[in-house]
Protein backbone atom coordinates (compact mmCIF):
# COMPACT_ATOMS: atom_id res chain seq x y z
CA UNK A 1 0.00 0.00 0.00
CA UNK A 2 1.34 3.23 -1.06
CA UNK A 3 0.91 5.69 1.90
CA UNK A 4 -2.20 8.40 1.78
CA UNK A 5 -0.79 12.30 2.20
CA UNK A 6 -3.70 14.30 1.75
CA UNK A 7 -5.18 14.78 5.14
CA UNK A 8 -4.35 17.24 7.82
CA UNK A 9 -4.51 16.47 12.02
CA UNK A 10 -7.93 15.29 12.85
CA UNK A 11 -9.52 15.03 16.74
CA UNK A 12 -11.00 12.99 18.95
CA UNK A 13 -9.58 10.16 18.74
CA UNK A 14 -8.12 10.43 15.17
CA UNK A 15 -4.45 10.82 13.37
CA UNK A 16 -2.64 13.02 11.25
CA UNK A 17 -1.85 11.35 8.16
CA UNK A 18 1.54 12.22 6.36
CA UNK A 19 3.28 14.91 7.79
CA UNK A 20 2.45 14.48 11.81
CA UNK A 21 0.30 11.28 12.58
CA UNK A 22 -1.47 11.38 15.75
CA UNK A 23 -2.24 8.55 18.11
CA UNK A 24 -4.77 6.45 15.99
CA UNK A 25 -3.24 6.36 12.31
CA UNK A 26 -4.02 5.23 9.14
CA UNK A 27 -1.74 4.34 5.26
CA UNK A 28 -3.32 3.70 1.77
CA UNK A 29 -2.93 4.71 -2.01
CA UNK A 30 -3.74 8.01 -3.01
CA UNK A 31 -6.71 8.67 -5.16
CA UNK A 32 -6.24 8.13 -8.99
CA UNK A 33 -8.25 10.45 -11.65
CA UNK A 34 -11.44 10.15 -11.27
CA UNK A 35 -12.95 9.03 -14.48
CA UNK A 36 -15.32 6.45 -15.78
CA UNK A 37 -18.16 8.33 -16.21
CA UNK A 38 -18.32 8.90 -12.37
CA UNK A 39 -20.37 12.00 -11.89
CA UNK A 40 -20.38 14.22 -9.05
CA UNK A 41 -21.93 17.69 -7.96
CA UNK A 42 -24.07 19.01 -5.22
CA UNK A 43 -28.28 18.61 -5.25
CA UNK A 44 -28.65 22.59 -4.66
CA UNK A 45 -27.49 23.27 -1.15
CA UNK A 46 -24.57 25.26 -0.54
CA UNK A 47 -21.27 24.50 0.09
CA UNK A 48 -20.27 25.14 3.59
CA UNK A 49 -18.05 28.35 4.05
CA UNK A 50 -14.46 28.17 3.57
CA UNK A 51 -14.68 24.89 1.66
CA UNK A 52 -14.24 25.10 -1.72
CA UNK A 53 -17.22 24.62 -4.58
CA UNK A 54 -18.19 22.07 -6.09
CA UNK A 55 -17.40 22.21 -9.88
CA UNK A 56 -20.32 22.72 -11.89
CA UNK A 57 -20.98 19.62 -14.51
CA UNK A 58 -23.40 16.20 -13.78
CA UNK A 59 -25.95 16.47 -11.18
CA UNK A 60 -25.11 14.65 -8.41
CA UNK A 61 -26.26 11.25 -9.00
CA UNK A 62 -25.24 7.31 -9.01
CA UNK A 63 -27.09 5.09 -11.77
CA UNK A 64 -26.51 1.60 -12.73
CA UNK A 65 -24.39 2.65 -15.70
CA UNK A 66 -21.71 4.35 -13.90
CA UNK A 67 -21.10 1.62 -11.64
CA UNK A 68 -17.92 -0.05 -11.68
CA UNK A 69 -17.65 -3.86 -11.20
CA UNK A 70 -15.10 -3.41 -7.80
CA UNK A 71 -16.23 -0.77 -5.37
CA UNK A 72 -12.71 -0.31 -4.55
CA UNK A 73 -12.34 1.68 -7.87
CA UNK A 74 -15.63 4.00 -7.08
CA UNK A 75 -14.72 4.55 -3.66
CA UNK A 76 -11.04 5.92 -4.99
CA UNK A 77 -12.95 8.06 -7.72
CA UNK A 78 -14.65 9.50 -4.83
CA UNK A 79 -11.98 9.98 -2.79
CA UNK A 80 -10.39 11.99 -5.45
CA UNK A 81 -13.47 14.06 -5.30
CA UNK A 82 -13.06 14.71 -1.49
CA UNK A 83 -9.43 16.11 -2.49
CA UNK A 84 -10.65 18.39 -5.21
CA UNK A 85 -13.15 19.79 -3.33
CA UNK A 86 -10.36 20.55 -0.45
CA UNK A 87 -12.19 19.30 2.18
CA UNK A 88 -10.11 18.54 4.99
CA UNK A 89 -9.57 15.38 6.45
CA UNK A 90 -10.65 13.02 2.90
CA UNK A 91 -9.52 9.91 4.83
CA UNK A 92 -11.03 10.62 8.37
CA UNK A 93 -13.69 7.79 8.89
CA UNK A 94 -15.88 7.07 11.85
CA UNK A 95 -14.64 3.16 13.15
CA UNK A 96 -17.91 1.69 14.46
CA UNK A 97 -17.08 -1.56 16.78
CA UNK A 98 -18.71 -3.77 19.79
CA UNK A 99 -17.85 -5.21 22.80
CA UNK A 100 -18.56 -8.58 24.23
CA UNK A 101 -20.99 -7.51 26.86
CA UNK A 102 -22.79 -5.71 23.24
CA UNK A 103 -22.17 -2.02 24.02
CA UNK A 104 -21.47 -0.35 20.74
CA UNK A 105 -18.75 2.11 20.15
CA UNK A 106 -17.90 5.12 17.84
CA UNK A 107 -15.13 6.79 17.28
CA UNK A 108 -13.07 8.74 14.43
CA UNK A 109 -9.73 7.64 13.13
CA UNK A 110 -7.66 7.64 9.89
CA UNK A 111 -7.71 5.58 7.19
CA UNK A 112 -3.63 4.80 6.37
CA UNK A 113 -4.40 2.63 3.20
CA UNK A 114 -6.67 0.50 1.44
CA UNK A 115 -6.81 -1.86 -1.48
CA UNK A 116 -8.17 -5.79 -2.35
CA UNK A 117 -7.50 -7.05 1.19
CA UNK A 118 -8.97 -4.80 3.16
CA UNK A 119 -8.82 -1.04 5.05
CA UNK A 120 -5.88 -0.71 7.32
CA UNK A 121 -5.96 1.91 10.49
CA UNK A 122 -3.62 2.08 13.16
CA UNK A 123 -3.99 2.50 16.97
CA UNK A 124 -2.90 1.13 20.38
CA UNK A 125 -4.02 -2.03 21.24
CA UNK A 126 -4.75 -1.93 24.73
CA UNK A 127 -7.84 0.94 24.10
CA UNK A 128 -11.21 0.61 24.08
CA UNK A 129 -11.56 -0.42 20.36
CA UNK A 130 -8.43 -2.37 20.94
CA UNK A 131 -10.30 -4.47 23.62
CA UNK A 132 -13.93 -4.28 21.71
CA UNK A 133 -11.36 -5.78 18.36
CA UNK A 134 -9.96 -8.27 20.40
CA UNK A 135 -13.60 -9.82 21.89
CA UNK A 136 -15.55 -9.04 18.82
CA UNK A 137 -13.28 -8.99 15.28
CA UNK A 138 -15.62 -7.03 13.36
CA UNK A 139 -16.06 -3.72 12.53
CA UNK A 140 -17.87 -0.84 10.50
CA UNK A 141 -16.46 1.87 8.78
CA UNK A 142 -18.15 5.59 7.43
CA UNK A 143 -16.38 8.29 5.15
CA UNK A 144 -19.10 11.13 6.44
CA UNK A 145 -18.54 13.41 3.04
CA UNK A 146 -21.61 15.69 3.91
CA UNK A 147 -20.47 18.77 2.32
CA UNK A 148 -20.50 16.68 -1.67
CA UNK A 149 -24.02 14.81 -0.15
CA UNK A 150 -22.37 11.65 -0.32
CA UNK A 151 -21.20 8.72 2.60
CA UNK A 152 -19.88 5.42 2.17
CA UNK A 153 -19.91 2.38 4.38
CA UNK A 154 -17.81 -0.90 4.97
CA UNK A 155 -18.55 -3.44 6.84
CA UNK A 156 -16.03 -6.90 7.48
CA UNK A 157 -14.01 -8.51 10.08
CA UNK A 158 -10.66 -7.48 11.52
CA UNK A 159 -7.32 -8.87 11.19
CA UNK A 160 -4.48 -7.54 13.22
CA UNK A 161 -1.47 -6.14 11.38
CA UNK A 162 1.95 -8.46 12.91
CA UNK A 163 4.55 -6.81 14.50
CA UNK A 164 6.53 -6.61 11.10
CA UNK A 165 4.10 -5.04 9.24
CA UNK A 166 3.31 -2.12 11.54
CA UNK A 167 6.70 -0.97 11.97
CA UNK A 168 7.67 0.67 8.59
CA UNK A 169 4.34 3.27 9.67
CA UNK A 170 5.13 3.85 13.35
CA UNK A 171 8.87 4.75 12.16
CA UNK A 172 7.72 6.59 9.39
CA UNK A 173 5.63 9.29 11.81
CA UNK A 174 7.08 12.32 13.42
CA UNK A 175 9.04 11.45 16.62
CA UNK A 176 7.12 13.40 18.92
CA UNK A 177 4.06 11.02 17.37
CA UNK A 178 6.19 7.89 18.33
CA UNK A 179 6.85 9.41 21.93
CA UNK A 180 3.51 10.14 22.25
CA UNK A 181 2.54 6.83 21.38
CA UNK A 182 4.45 5.10 24.32
CA UNK A 183 3.48 8.25 27.06
CA UNK A 184 -0.54 7.71 26.09
CA UNK A 185 -1.89 4.63 27.49
CA UNK A 186 -5.32 5.33 25.40
CA UNK A 187 -8.38 5.14 27.05
CA UNK A 188 -7.24 4.89 30.42
CA UNK A 189 -8.29 7.41 33.21
CA UNK A 190 -5.62 10.47 33.89
CA UNK A 191 -5.18 12.75 37.14
CA UNK A 192 -4.31 15.89 35.01
CA UNK A 193 -2.79 16.57 31.98
CA UNK A 194 0.38 17.29 33.76
CA UNK A 195 0.67 13.87 34.17
CA UNK A 196 0.20 12.97 30.33
CA UNK A 197 2.82 15.33 29.80
CA UNK A 198 5.19 14.23 32.65
CA UNK A 199 4.90 10.86 31.05
CA UNK A 200 5.93 12.58 27.97
CA UNK A 201 8.76 14.02 29.10
CA UNK A 202 10.09 10.38 30.79
CA UNK A 203 9.97 9.14 26.99
CA UNK A 204 11.99 12.15 25.78
CA UNK A 205 14.37 11.26 28.64
CA UNK A 206 14.25 7.46 27.45
CA UNK A 207 15.27 7.89 23.96
CA UNK A 208 17.00 11.31 23.66
CA UNK A 209 17.18 13.11 20.16
CA UNK A 210 19.16 10.60 17.60
CA UNK A 211 18.02 7.22 19.33
CA UNK A 212 15.49 5.08 17.58
CA UNK A 213 12.06 4.47 19.18
CA UNK A 214 11.06 1.40 19.65
CA UNK A 215 7.12 1.13 18.37
CA UNK A 216 5.53 -0.20 21.35
CA UNK A 217 4.17 -3.66 21.83
CA UNK A 218 0.81 -2.44 22.61
CA UNK A 219 0.30 -0.80 19.78
CA UNK A 220 -0.39 -1.74 15.99
CA UNK A 221 -2.76 -1.74 12.66
CA UNK A 222 -5.66 -3.39 11.84
CA UNK A 223 -6.98 -4.41 8.41
CA UNK A 224 -11.03 -4.42 8.17
CA UNK A 225 -11.55 -7.02 5.36
CA UNK A 226 -14.99 -6.12 3.50
CA UNK A 227 -17.90 -7.95 2.96
CA UNK A 228 -20.32 -5.10 2.03
CA UNK A 229 -19.69 -1.68 0.72
CA UNK A 230 -22.44 0.90 0.45
CA UNK A 231 -22.23 4.31 -1.52
CA UNK A 232 -24.57 6.66 -0.98
CA UNK A 233 -25.34 9.50 -2.68
CA UNK A 234 -27.92 12.63 -1.50
CA UNK A 235 -30.29 13.50 -3.73
CA UNK A 236 -33.89 16.12 -3.46
CA UNK A 237 -36.59 14.96 -1.53
CA UNK A 238 -34.71 12.64 0.47
CA UNK A 239 -34.94 10.38 -2.69
CA UNK A 240 -31.06 9.52 -2.14
CA UNK A 241 -29.40 7.17 -4.68
CA UNK A 242 -27.95 3.97 -2.50
CA UNK A 243 -26.27 1.28 -4.05
CA UNK A 244 -24.65 -2.10 -1.69
CA UNK A 245 -21.81 -4.25 -3.18
CA UNK A 246 -21.65 -7.61 -1.55
CA UNK A 247 -18.33 -9.91 -1.60
CA UNK A 248 -19.23 -13.08 -3.78
CA UNK A 249 -16.60 -15.32 -4.47
CA UNK A 250 -13.84 -13.89 -6.39
CA UNK A 251 -16.62 -10.35 -7.19
CA UNK A 252 -19.33 -8.58 -6.23
CA UNK A 253 -22.76 -8.18 -6.50
CA UNK A 254 -24.24 -5.14 -6.14
CA UNK A 255 -28.26 -4.07 -5.21
CA UNK A 256 -29.93 -0.45 -5.09
CA UNK A 257 -31.50 -0.30 -1.43
CA UNK A 258 -33.96 2.75 -0.77
CA UNK A 259 -33.04 5.47 0.39
Not at 113 to 129: A, L, M, P, Q
Not at 146 to 170: C, D, K, N
Amino acid sequence: MKPIGHAQPAGGDGAQVGAAPGQDDNQDQGPPEAGGGLAWGTTGQPVPAGLTAVPAGLPGTLTEAMLPADPLDLLRAWMDDVVKAGLPEPTAMVLATVSADQRPRARMVLLKGFDSDGFVFYTNRTSRKGSDLAEVPRACLLFPWQALHRQVIVEGGVTPLSTSASEPYFHSRPRGSQLGAWASRQSTVLGSRAELEGRYQEMEQRWPEGTEVPMPEFWGGYRVEPETVEFWQGQPSRLHDRFRYTAAGDGWTVARLAP
